[in-house]
């Protein structure tokens, strides 16, 4: 595909799956993007759909997956479901010869990954993954004053996220009643998954892989099957090591990317946007950085783009599998 100009037929989108993460974070972003449009939608529940594509403005709604892969009005599908439908969903747009934009985590194990991989590779169509911070202003700034040598050569990371038991949780009579993302056999773990892949992915496009990845991950409070307390070593190729602490059932809320620097540290947050502090031998500087109200749109657009043939996404289904690949690590799953 070539560039939308003036009069050219954007990429039409069709979503699998129109829930929460679609009404703001998603959804708009593919109406709003330069060079796209979202002409259908889908979910299980046809009056939920219905009501999507009624309040969203989009054309066309179905309660059928294979029916909105196959309509020949959609050129590219995001898959917005769960992640233990990731894989069959993305290979079944692999195998209607379209690209797909997976939500993150990718999928619920490596294997699974790769087998998405390997599908999208003999289809000849590319796959992205929402993981979205890697196309953020605030990150895209972070990335530049490392490699402007704001705090020198970057030696270590330190990473922490802490939250409350949210009340859904502590109230679920059975395993049925519990969110989904607190059961593994459709989220692929718990909140760390759901949660650190964020952060786990940022420092993989921010310092470059992570080669060497071991934790160790408990189930502190008893509220669901899921692991609720994780913590981890790192070592990066470039020589950085890491050590990481996820709690999710603390008493208060607490968000932490700090990387060190030989002259100089830089602190931030995964999930706010609070300035970025530098502190190094010159003085403490706050860059203020605000996210988008829609705030997978920076991607999205450049997802556009490359399906455009203009650009080029950093997310994609190759390094979103390293990033699942060092969770599996990291809670002993081999």
């Not at 890697?134 to 972070?142: H, S, W």
């Not at 760390?192 to 991950?217: K, M, N």
């Not at 899921?226 to 070592?235: F, G, I, N, W, Y």
Request: proline residues 7%; charged residues 20%; neutral net charge.
């Amino acid at each position: 595909m070539s560039a939308a100009g003036e009069g050219e037929r954007p990429i039409r989108w069709g979503i699998l799956g129109c829930g929460a993460v679609t009404e703001t974070k998603s959804g708009p972003a593919f109406q709003l993007a330069r060079g796209s449009s979202l002409v259908a939608v889908m979910r299980r529940d046809a009056a939920k759909a219905e009501d999507y594509a009624r309040r969203h403005g989009v054309p066309r709604w179905y309660d059928d997956a294979e029916r909105l892969i196959h309509d020949p009005q959609v050129d590219a599908v995001y898959v917005a479901t769960p992640p233990s439908s990731h894989a069959p969903l993305a290979m079944a747009v692999a195998r209607a010869g379209k690209p797909a934009y997976v939500e993150k985590p990718m999928a619920a194990t490596p294997a699974e990954c790769d087998a998405m991989n390997d599908a999208f590779a003999r289809a000849r169509v590319p796959l992205f993954v929402a993981y979205y911070r890697r196309a953020l202003p605030r990150f895209l700034l972070v990335k530049r004053l490392l490699e402007q040598g704001a705090i020198g050569a970057p030696r270590a990371v330190e990473l922490a996220l802490t939250k409350p038991v949210h009340p859904d949780e502590r109230a679920a009579k059975c395993v049925d009643a519990l969110p989904w993302r607190v059961r593994p056999e459709i989220a692929g773990g718990g909140h760390f998954v759901d949660l650190a892949s964020h952060t786990l992915d940022l420092l993989d496009w921010l310092l470059g892989p992570i080669v060497e990845a071991r934790g160790v991950a408990t189930n502190q409070a008893g509220l669901y099957p899921a692991e609720d307390t994780v913590s981890a070593a790192l070592r990066f190729a470039s020589g950085v090591v890491g050590a990481g602490h996820w709690c999710f059932c603390a008493e208060a809320r607490r968000d932490v990317l700090a990387i060190v620097g030989d002259r100089g540290e830089l602190r931030t947050s995964t999930f706010g946007d609070e300035p970025i502090v530098v502190t190094n031998d010159l003085g403490r500087f706050a860059h203020p950085s605000a996210n988008p109200v829609h705030i997978q749109q920076p991607l999205v657009q450049t997802v556009v783009d490359a399906l455009h043939g203009v650009g080029v996404c950093p997310s994609t289904g190759v390094s979103a599998a390293r990033t699942t690949r060092v969770m599996s690590a990291i809670l002993g799953r081999g």
